[in-house]
Each structure stands twice: as C-alpha cells, then as structure tokens.
C-alpha cells in the first residue's frame, strides 16, 4: 500500500467542545474557526441552545453571542447529550453553578458510564444530583451558589477537572484539582485567553475567582487523534509519504506520535507554530520497521484515546505491545479493553486482555475478518486503517459510528492511499 498527499483532519473535538461552551459564557461575541462539524459538537451545541444560547449552524467561522457566566436559561427539555461524555460532564459543571435544574440523558453507551466522578465534586461544592439508574444518565443536576473546593481527583479526568474549573468560573469562587499526572489541558489555556487567572503547576491547576469572561477568537486546530489514524497508516504503509496539516500539538495530547517514534516510526514535525495558545504543526510521516513496546501509567493520559489504534498498529505490524495502567478503558464509549482484543482476535491477531490493559503478541500474517466496534467511533477508524494495509481485508459493521468525531473519516481514507 502506498500513502500520499496531504490531510487536514477535521477540528479537535475537546477544543471544539470547549470553544462552544466558553463562547456561550463569554461577555460579547466570540469566533470559533475551523470547529468540528461532528455528532459529539452538535450534542454541546443542542444542550447549549437548550439553556438559552443562540448558536448558529455550524461553520467555517462562526460567532456566538455569549450570554455571560450565569446567564444560562433553564432547559424545558431534558438535555440530550447524545454520545457525548465531555458534553455531559462539562456541562454538568456548568448546570451545577446555575440557580435551576437540568435533566441529562444520552444514548445506550453513554447512560453506562459513570457520571459519580462529577457528582462527588460538584456535589461537595454544593449541588445536587440524582441518579435513576446506578450512576449513569438520565441525571438530575440541581444548581446553586456553590463553595470553593480543593479537589484530589486521584486519577486523570480533564473532563472532571474541566467540569470543576467552569462551575468555579461560574459561581466566582476559588478552585484547586490535583490529578496523579496532568490530563489535556485545553479548559486551562482557553480560560486563560478569556482573561481568567488559572495555574498550571505540575499535576495541579488553581483558578481565582473570576467576575467574567471576555470574548474569545478560538482557532480551531486539527484533532491529533483522529491524525494518529494517518500516522498509523503511514507508518505501516508500503512506500510514499504523508503530511498531515495544522495538527495541535499540545504536549497532553502527543503521547501517541511519543510511542510511534520509540517503536522505530518516522515522524517530524514542521512548520511548528503557536495558534489561540496552542502549539500546531504539520506532521510528515514515512513508512518504517516498527518495533515492540510497552507503555505504562504514566503515559497513558497522553494517548488515551490511541489505545485502541496502538493496539490496531502493533497487530498490524506484527510487532508485541503491552498496556497497563487504562482501567480507564473500561468506561470508554464502549469497554475498549474487551471491544479491541475481541476485534482483533475476529481478524486473526493473537490479542488478550488484562485488567488494566491489554496485551498484543506480534505475528506477520494477513488479518482478515469482520469487526463490530460496538458504536465506538475510534474502534471503527482503527480497525479501518487496519484494514488499508496491503494484504489485509477487514470489514468493519456500522461503518457510519465515525460521524461521532470524523464524518469525511472514511472518504480522506480512500484519498491517502489511492
Ligand atoms: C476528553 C477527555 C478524555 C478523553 C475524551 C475527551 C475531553 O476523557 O478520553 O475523549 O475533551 O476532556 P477523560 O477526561 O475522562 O479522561
């Protein structure tokens, strides 16, 4: 298989999340540039017009009038979140702070994950959830004038320190999290833009109290981890090159192209510069001998959303891999522990799961068979990619899971390796 030309994959999803919801707050109107026209988006945007805000259609460069921090409505409809856990629990953060209650519900995958890590801080901070089933959506938030909270999340969740940072933002109180290593720190750097006094030291963010939000102009770069499809792509490809454009490079989120190039792949970076107080960059990758790796705690919340494509790579290379230390996997959109050693087992690889990881034994042999990613979008991109590699013929069911973060995903495929 032969890779070439250049891919710009859509927006990042976590900055695009961010940029609706912060543009919503904001004092004056924001722009949002290059935002990701995706389901998960359009679940932040439907809750968001909910609770009062106008949001246009979706566009290239799109403004939002902001209704100022607390000037969100009460909802008349519950809020349906749909797929989307960073819509839930973000905001989550923000009903929490405001003087009504919302209802959340999502869809099958979504009601099953666990919203008890955002209940328990916003909870102490003052508000009040309940729960009709475990501690899954449908959720009732009831908001009020919440207290400052000094918060030890004894895990990484950029989701939960997100959704503590905006209901302190919103209730104008103090807030510390301390996470065991740093999760992506997108809510930091766009508050910070937005005039708020947040630190970052280590694995802990304090914010001050803060009056308002000043409009923001959010440049929305390209999403690293839908770019990782491509990076796995060339780097099990045959010959040629790819490039792939103005990708966020944001040290919380490489944690894959890291692994990539401790395995032997041929990754540099150009044109590297610094875009809405993010670091972007284009990514050329060339095809290379991989080799086996294991990757451990510490790196995991880097490459979180990778795990699955990682694991798809080393398969597809023939090479070992070993993960621990991502129970975390578990309460994915789907169990990606259970759902990627499943997968690849159905296509031929040797796989096996552990209870906080997974494990991969490298065989070179062709990988055919049907995939069910389980209505996991990134399962369906990397067991795709997998099946781009020459000599291989993966079916993947439900191929139109992807439009959760990359509608085009299936189309920019075909065009990389035509
Ligand atoms: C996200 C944070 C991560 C990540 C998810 C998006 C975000 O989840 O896996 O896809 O936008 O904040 P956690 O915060 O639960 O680790």
Redesign the pocket.
């Known amino acids: 298989m032969k890779v070439h030309g250049a891919v710009r994959v859509p927006g990042d ?2 900055i695009s ?2 940029a609706l919801i912060l543009a919503s707050l904001g004092t004056g109107e924001s722009v949002i540039r290059g935002i990701l026209d995706a389901d998960d988006v359009a679940s932040t945007a439907r809750v968001l017009r909910a609770m009062g805000v106008q949001i246009p259609a979706f566009s290239e460069s799109m403004r939002i009038a902001g209704v100022g921090v607390r000037g969100l409505r009460p909802p008349r409809v519950s809020l349906d979140c749909g797929n989307s ?2 819509t839930t ?2 905001v989550a953060g923000l009903v929490a702070a405001h003087p009504f209650a919302a209802r959340f519900e999502g869809d099958e995958s979504l009601s099953r994950r666990p919203m008890k ?1 955002i209940a328990e801080p916003l909870s102490y901070m003052g508000a009040r959830f309940e729960f009709e089933r475990g501690d899954g959506l449908p959720m009732t938030v009831r908001g009020v004038d919440l207290r400052s909270i000094d918060w030890d999340t004894g ?8 959704a503590i940072l905006l209901a302190g933002v919103i209730a104008g109180v103090e807030v510390r999290v301390t996470e065991r290593a740093p ?2 720190d ?2 930091e750097r766009m508050l910070r833009s937005m005039g708020v006094d947040v630190e970052n030291d280590g694995n802990q963010v304090c914010l001050r109290p803060a009056r308002r939000l000043a409009a923001g102009e959010f440049e929305v770069p390209a999403d690293p ?1 839908s770019a990782a499809m491509f990076v796995a792509l060339a780097a099990m490809a045959d010959e040629g090159e790819l490039v792939l454009e103005d990708v966020c490079l944001n040290p919380t989120r490489t944690g894959f192209i890291a692994a990539v190039t401790r395995m032997g792949g041929e990754i540099s970076r150009e044109a590297v510069r610094e875009v809405s107080g993010e670091e972007i960059g284009s990514l050329r990758i060339r095809p290379s001998v991989l080799e086996a790796i294991s990757i451990g705690e510490a790196e995991i ?1 880097a490459l ?2 990778e795990l699955p494509l990682l694991a798809c790579l080393a398969a597809g290379c023939g090479v070992d891999l070993e993960v621990t230390g991502a129970a ?1 996997l578990r309460v ?1 959109e789907s169990d990606r522990i259970t759902t990627v050693v499943d997968n690849l087992r159905r296509v031929g690889a040797q796989a096996e799961e552990l209870p906080d990881g997974l494990r991969v034994r490298g065989v070179r042999k062709s990988l055919v068979g049907t995939v069910d990613p389980h209505g996991d979008h990134r399962i369906a991109m990397a067991f795709g990619v997998l099946g781009a590699v020459r000599g291989n013929r993966v079916e993947v069911k439900h191929p139109g899971t992807v439009a959760v973060s990359y509608p085009g995903f299936w189309n920019d495929l075909k065009k990389a390796v035509a």
């Open positions: 999803k976590s999340h961010r856990g960073t629990r973000l890590r895990g990484s969740s950029a989701q939960v320190k997100s999760s992506r997108h809510t981890s919340p979180i959303d975390e994915k």
